[in-house]
């Protein structure tokens, strides 16, 4: 009756040892450690860079406990502090030949000191966030309003283009803040140009009227692609955001949207206010100028004369120098969009870039005098040039679309979009709100949030070893499981725990036991009914399970709902939340049950449990099940 098949009980083992092993990492602490990650998307950090840091480490007798490749960064573990100051000075020096233009940002750290054969399964510790590690907090506001006035700009010129290309006479066309007013003699031009717009500027809505004798067409944003453009300018703004923080080095920062026009951007671990606010608010510039392709350039491109007058000298990612005039032909201020793609005719990969409607005639004038010639794109940050591509004009490109090849592979093509997408902010941004956070006051936060934890769980056992004896340490036992399940869960997301995600730990301990208690109150009320002692768990359990299914239900979707609709530490509490109280229904019931029917299940004539005193209210009397 209370006996559990070979099949479960190997599920019971299976969690367990998954569970110990993806919560091990999070006893081993942090270790110091050097990160090397770019400064630029275009600078790659691949197991090339990965060599030359071991090789600047073992050049000054450095020996490092482990060094890895993660995703775009490098990063090397240390025995202790000085020993980590040491490998920075050793790799800067290697890595970064001239400070003025560094290529890697190289930033101190702290890693888990879990062992190899843990990183091997992929076993990591959960991830700190702001409160707990310490660093800085930013509410960052973005001018929304100032993303629709450049996108009414931009429409301005795009309508001039349009009416001029379709014939159409007007008086004058003037941008009125982010409305854009055209004027005209007629009545009859003035519907020919509401036609041209309504065919080819679906994002707008029009309105005319009489201005004395003449009449006025007034187009305006609609509030569908208002929108649109806003989300668009704060994920521009986001992604921006990602690239410029990879300088600093920040171990899971946190950058999301909060609102409609608002964004937070967290960094643990970083103390210097002052440089993360440098970073945030940087700018950066694109520029299309003509490679001087002159016999003195050529010879300046191979070191063995100077620059020519006119030009300058910038490198490619490759590291190829080259030789580009001084004069400006299109700004970042004319593109619009850039995307990666293929060829449709050769399947090559390429970079699909749009432009507004002042780009789009310059660029056709330019690439109709210049067929044959090269055009370099160059991407200025803190006021070094880099040649992001320098293709060569095939052939004369009109209406706004460009298309950039050159044997690139889709990765190289990839990283050339976000260049030239996301090189400068969309919108610009203020800074609403700044918190810091000591690295001390963060200890302090994990201490308290340990011990609350710590001794929420023994008063929970105590109490129920206590008041249900035998039965009382079944469940304390599961509530440790449920606890180690919570964790290791955890850890396998990779998730960051916050304090709100410690006061979730310490709220799904008191609610597991519920589960626990309904349990054992059924196979004491069975018991008094004068059931047998196995009757009585096989019923307790089996009735008490709807029940605790019911109530776990609806507050998982109490937990849900504040996943959907929470924001911040909201939303990191209901995490915590909703996977404790899957975690406990596991161990509450699954692996309670299979405790039970391992110490009881096997005795046949079971004349009593340990489960406490079991009252007899008819009676008035009281019998001590054991």
């Not at 009414?152 to 309508?159: K, M, P, V, Y």
């Not at 009881?600 to 009281?622: C, D």
Request: charged letters at 20%; hydrophobic letters at 45%; proline letters at 3%.
């Amino acid at each position: 009756m209370n006996r559990y098949p070979i099949w479960k009980y190997a599920i019971i083992v299976i969690a367990l040892v998954v569970g110990v092993l993806y919560t091990l990492p999070n006893f081993f602490g942090e270790a110091p450690a050097v990160q090397v990650s770019s400064v630029k998307v275009a600078v790659k950090v691949d197991s090339g860079t990965k060599t030359r840091v071991e090789e600047a480490l073992k050049a000054v007798g450095i020996a490092a406990d482990l060094v890895t490749l993660d995703g775009t960064s490098i990063k090397a573990r240390f025995g202790d502090n000085e020993t980590q100051l040491k490998a920075k000075d050793a790799i800067q020096k290697a890595l970064i030949p001239d400070p003025a233009n560094p290529a890697y940002v190289v930033a101190l750290n702290l890693l888990p000191r879990s062992p190899v054969w843990l990183a091997a399964v992929r076993a990591f510790p959960m991830f700190l966030g702001l409160d707990l590690r310490g660093g800085v907090h930013f509410m960052l506001q973005v001018d929304m309003q100032a993303a629709l006035t450049k996108k009414a700009e931009s429409l301005t010129g795009d309508i001039r283009t349009s009416l001029r290309e379709k014939n159409v006479r007007h008086s004058g066309i003037n941008r009125n803040a982010q409305t854009i007013e055209i004027g005209f003699r007629d009545v009859a031009t003035l519907d020919a140009a509401k036609a041209v717009i309504q065919d080819q500027f679906t994002d707008l809505q029009t309105v005319d009227a009489q201005d004395g004798t003449d009449y006025k067409l007034t187009a305006s944003i609609k509030p569908e692609a208002a929108r649109r453009v806003q989300n668009q300018a704060l994920k521009q703004n986001i992604t921006t955001l990602h690239n410029r923080i990879n300088e600093l080095g920040v171990n899971e920062p946190v950058i999301q949207q909060q609102g409609l026009d608002r964004i937070v951007v967290e960094l643990p671990g970083v103390q210097d206010t002052a440089k993360a606010k440098d970073i945030l608010g940087r700018t950066a510039t694109l520029e299309v100028r003509m490679v001087d392709e002159s016999g003195e350039a050529r010879a300046a491109e191979s070191g063995t004369a100077a620059v020519p007058f006119g030009a300058e000298r910038f490198l490619e990612r490759s590291g190829q120098p080259v030789i580009v005039k001084k004069q400006v032909i299109l700004t970042g201020e004319n593109l619009t969009d850039a995307q990666p793609g293929f060829d449709s005719q050769t399947q090559e990969a390429v970079v699909n870039l749009t432009l507004d409607a002042k780009g789009a005639r310059i660029f056709r004038d330019v690439t109709r005098e210049s067929i044959g010639k090269r055009m370099a794109i160059v991407l200025f940050e803190k006021g070094k040039g880099e040649v992001v591509t320098a293709p060569v004009i095939r052939s004369e490109i009109s209406g706004g679309r460009v298309q950039i090849s050159g044997r690139m592979t889709s990765v190289e093509a990839n990283d050339t979009a976000l260049l030239l997408r996301a090189g400068s902010l969309a919108a610009p941004m203020e800074i609403i709100e700044e918190t810091t956070i000591g690295p001390s006051l963060g200890a302090e936060n994990i201490a308290k949030g340990f011990h609350s934890v710590a001794w929420g769980f023994c008063a929970v056992a105590i109490f129920m070893c206590l008041y249900y004896v035998l039965f009382g340490i079944f469940s304390s036992v599961s509530l440790a499981v449920n606890l180690l399940l919570l964790v290791a869960v955890l850890s396998m997301l990779q998730a960051t725990l916050t304090l709100p995600g410690m006061a979730a730990m310490a709220l799904v301990l008191g609610m597991a036991i519920d589960a626990n208690v309904l349990i054992n109150e059924r196979v004491r009320e069975e018991l008094r009914n004068g059931a047998s002692a196995q009757a009585a768990i096989h019923a307790g359990y089996d009735r008490a399970w709807a029940t605790i299914l019911d109530s776990n239900v609806t507050t998982l979707i109490a937990g849900l709902a504040l996943l959907a609709f929470g924001s911040g530490p909201v939303r990191g509490f209901a995490v915590v939340h909703c996977l404790g109280i899957l975690t406990s229904m596991f161990s509450g019931v699954f692996f309670s049950r299979g405790l039970v029917n391992l110490w009881y299940g096997r005795q046949n004539k079971l004349k009593s449990v340990s489960i406490g005193t079991v009252w007899r209210p008819e009676s008035g009397t009281q019998v001590k099940s054991n």
